[in-house]
């Protein structure tokens, strides 16, 4: 990773051209729309990008038509990292061979959450530990949206989906959210960090830098969903800075395993009175409506201290490294 | 043989002259993972790669899943790529086979042939790939070694052809032939070098109104693998067939030319009839089980029998006017098929066969042998019994069960 941070302003972002265009076929409101325009906002030169199945695969690719400006390949929903892989592979074959010209070309592979905690964790494992270059950005709805919101092993604790309803006996989703980046993390991976589309800047910068590593990177990027989460629609980008200021999803950076807080989360690790309650971020979010009654506040009540305790164990993370 | 082209012998079994085959190819990538009795094949090729005598990147993916998803995306960013499998490697590519021929990929796979579980069996059959019948792949099946290396070689100008576009399975039958040495003339490094050639690419037109090479290239930006829905679906499938139809006179046109540098063909690339000409009684049969067939008819035309080998080496595009040609005089005919479709009326191959004769003015009884499934042995004593049952079926026009098993104990 080069040094030398990358320096830029709004004004340059505005002025990059979009390499995720405008035309698409996402919800008003839709979080990993914003992201995705974001991210492409982070590249730095050629690049490819190969997306797993989902819902910002089907808004974006609608034969004839096509959201992106730059080479882009779907195969499947389980794969996004082995196709990162193959691409990486022929480029460097090629290149070797002198059949394409010697030029570095970045290779970013996008998920959703289904597409990295689930069914595509082995791909991404196996393609992390054969240390292809690549930057794997997970845009994290926190469940299966595209086909109706179903539970993901990325749907975090009393959340109501189409498969964890919320019924009179079970209220909402009972299990914990999978640790991914504490996965990928034990990948003894060069690059780890968290980012949420409200904090436009870090994002970007967090792209650049997963980009810049020669390896693998992972991005975990929080991405509200207005449908999946039964949350207004102008409201997604507000729910990306309530989900870090709550230390729901804390942002940070993980540089050869070493943690460090990202600006917003550091600010509350200084001043923890800033620390807002999860009752902020979950209030509004229709999933998480069922929790606002009596008989489930003990629910509430266990979200707010696993929220407390990650939270403590992440500073201590942050603080040991 | 054509005049001075020298040839080398190698010993090399079935898995080995595949892999030879692949380095000779010059192949950009291989992604795979390994499989019994496939192993051989990536294990030479690492070899290959630890001693530097190939440029290719190897890319060992943690199952086959991702090794046939990496082989597609390299082949998409412009890549030759190779691979092999087998029988549970194959079932569990199932997804991705359809994604790599509806993606135009033409990704080339050895498939060493071999029983699928349950129960766990590593012997050879034609279960797996015949289970991938409809997934859109050419699917070539190879009778010894010497074809497994000549026809790996030709499976890239086939799969590769820019009126094609489509990817290839050679079988070769698991252990039979992919673990058994034979002496395999293979040709000079340069010359199937130059008999390959570079990769083509079939071009597309952008929105800008350019002509480009149909390949991720940062050059120019393409949308590969999108989604396609009611109004484009079909004609994206339409346009797969047209592939395969013209995958149909491209292996014709690549034996012929191939047998002008080694001296080797194979029928027409297509099928092989084996005394089939005057034959009265015919078998089909697809894979190594036919060169003992021919043993045995060589031995029966001494004892005085008119008994011919029709052998099925493109089962896919399927060559259905050659086969009438070629089977049309056939009093009785016997179609062996060594894997099962379970609750259809007899194997795979029967199917097709019979279904590609239904047309003909003359409708020769047709029976089906299914044998050698999880490996068991087909004797020259059992596949003997075959003729004798057809010269019986003629005699007396009477067919009696359709569909048979052979060596089996019940």
């Given at each position: 990773m080069t040094t030398q941070e990358w320096k830029f302003t709004a004004k340059d972002i505005a002025l990059k051209p979009d390499l995720f265009l405008s035309g698409h076929r996402a919800c008003a409101g839709c979080g990993p729309a914003t992201v995705l325009r974001l991210i492409m906002k982070g590249t730095r030169g050629p690049t490819i990008v190969t997306e797993a199945t989902g819902c910002m695969e089907v808004v974006s690719s609608i034969y004839p038509y096509t959201s992106w400006g730059l080479p882009w390949l779907h195969t499947a929903f389980e794969n996004a990292a082995a196709n990162a892989s193959g691409i990486e592979a022929a480029l460097k074959a090629l290149r070797k061979k002198g059949k394409i010209k010697n030029e570095h070309v970045d290779v970013i592979a996008l998920a959703g959450d289904?597409?990295?905690?689930?069914?595509?964790?082995?791909?991404?494992?196996?393609?992390?530990?054969?240390?292809?270059?690549?930057?794997?950005?997970?845009?994290?709805?926190?469940?299966?949206?595209?086909?109706?919101?179903?539970?993901?092993?990325?749907?975090?604790?009393?959340?109501?989906?189409?498969?964890?309803?919320?019924?009179?006996?079970?209220?909402g989703k009972l299990e914990k959210k999978k640790p991914i980046t504490e996965i990928m993390l034990a990948h003894e991976m060069e690059y780890v960090a968290t980012a949420t589309p409200y904090y436009w800047k870090d994002l970007i910068t967090k792209v650049r830098k997963g980009l810049e590593v020669e390896g693998p990177a992972f991005l975990h990027v929080f991405a509200p969903c207005p449908r999946g989460w039964r949350s207004d629609p102008a409201k997604s980008i507000e729910y990306s800075k309530l989900a870090v200021e709550s230390c729901v999803f804390p942002i940070w950076e993980a540089v050869n395993g070493k943690r460090q807080l990202s600006i917003p989360s550091r600010l509350i690790s200084l001043a923890p009175k800033k620390k807002k309650p999860v009752k902020d971020y979950l209030a509004g979010q229709g999933r998480f409506r069922h929790l606002f009654t009596p008989q489930n506040s003990h629910v509430l009540d266990e979200i707010q201290r696993a929220t407390d305790e990650h939270w403590q164990k992440l500073l201590q993370k942050c603080e040991s490294a | 043989m054509p005049k001075n082209i020298k040839q080398e012998t190698l010993g090399l079994n079935g898995d080995e002259a595949v892999a030879f085959a692949a380095k000779q190819c010059d192949v950009d990538v291989v992604a795979a993972y390994p499989i019994t009795p496939q192993t051989i094949i990536v294990e030479k090729f690492s070899e290959y790669v630890a001693n530097g005598e190939v440029k290719t990147e190897f890319v060992c993916t943690e199952s086959e899943h991702s090794a046939l998803t990496a082989c597609l995306a390299a082949s998409a960013t412009g890549a030759r790529t190779f691979t092999a499998s087998a029988s549970a490697g194959l079932a569990l590519m199932n997804e991705i086979l359809f994604v790599t021929s509806g993606s135009r990929a033409p990704v080339v796979?050895?498939?060493?042939?071999?029983?699928?579980?349950?129960?766990?069996?590593?012997?050879?059959?034609?279960?797996?790939?015949?289970?991938?019948?409809?997934?859109?792949?050419?699917?070539?099946y190879v009778e010894n070694a010497q074809e497994a290396y000549d026809s790996i070689i030709q499976a890239f100008r086939i799969a590769e052809d820019t009126g094609v576009s489509l990817p290839i399975i050679v079988g070769l039958d698991g252990f039979t032939l992919s673990h058994t040495l034979e002496n395999v003339d293979v040709l000079s490094d340069e010359l199937a070098k130059e008999f390959v050639g570079e990769r083509q690419f079939p071009t597309v037109i952008t929105h800008e109104g350019k002509t480009v090479p149909y390949k991720l290239d940062p050059d120019n930006p393409m949308t590969m693998g999108p989604i396609a829905l009611q109004n484009y679906y079909f004609e994206f499938k339409r346009q797969q067939q047209e592939g395969m139809n013209n995958a149909l006179k491209k292996i014709v046109e690549i034996n012929n030319e191939y047998a002008g540098i080694s001296g080797r063909s194979y029928g027409n690339g297509l099928i092989e009839a084996y005394k089939l000409e005057d034959a009265e009684i015919a078998v089909v049969c697809v894979g190594s089980t036919s060169g003992t067939l021919k043993v045995i008819i060589d031995e029966l035309r001494q004892e005085g029998l008119k008994a011919g080998l029709?052998?099925?080496?493109?089962?896919?595009?399927?060559?259905?006017?050659?086969?009438?040609?070629?089977?049309?005089?056939?009093?009785?005919?016997?179609?062996?098929?060594?894997?099962?479709?379970?609750?259809?009326?007899?194997?795979?191959?029967?199917?097709?066969?019979?279904?590609?004769?239904?047309?003909?003015?003359?409708?020769?009884?047709?029976?089906?042998?299914?044998?050698?499934?999880?490996?068991?042995?087909?004797?020259?004593?059992?596949?003997?019994?075959?003729?004798?049952?057809?010269?019986?079926?003629?005699?007396?026009?009477?067919?009696?069960?359709?569909?048979?098993y052979l060596g089996l104990r019940e």
């Open positions: 289904g597409g990295t905690f689930d069914i595509g964790l082995q791909a991404l494992s196996g393609a992390v530990e054969r240390g292809h270059d690549f930057l794997f950005v997970l845009y994290d709805n926190e469940g299966y949206m595209n086909t109706g919101i179903q539970r993901s092993g990325g749907t975090p604790t009393g959340a109501a989906t189409t498969t964890t309803p919320a019924g009179s006996v079970i209220p | 796979m050895a498939i060493a042939n071999r029983a699928l579980s349950s129960p766990l069996n590593i012997h050879g059959d034609h279960s797996d790939s015949m289970a991938a019948r409809d997934s859109g792949w050419i699917q070539i029709l052998r099925l080496r493109t089962f896919r595009p399927l060559p259905v006017e050659e086969l009438r040609n070629a089977l049309q005089n056939s009093k009785a005919i016997a179609v062996m098929d060594k894997s099962m479709s379970f609750g259809g009326l007899g194997g795979a191959v029967f199917q097709e066969i019979r279904h590609a004769l239904y047309d003909e003015k003359t409708h020769p009884p047709i029976i089906n042998y299914i044998y050698g499934l999880g490996g068991r042995d087909s004797s020259p004593r059992e596949l003997r019994k075959i003729f004798e049952e057809l010269t019986r079926i003629v005699k007396t026009g009477n067919v009696d069960d359709q569909v048979r």
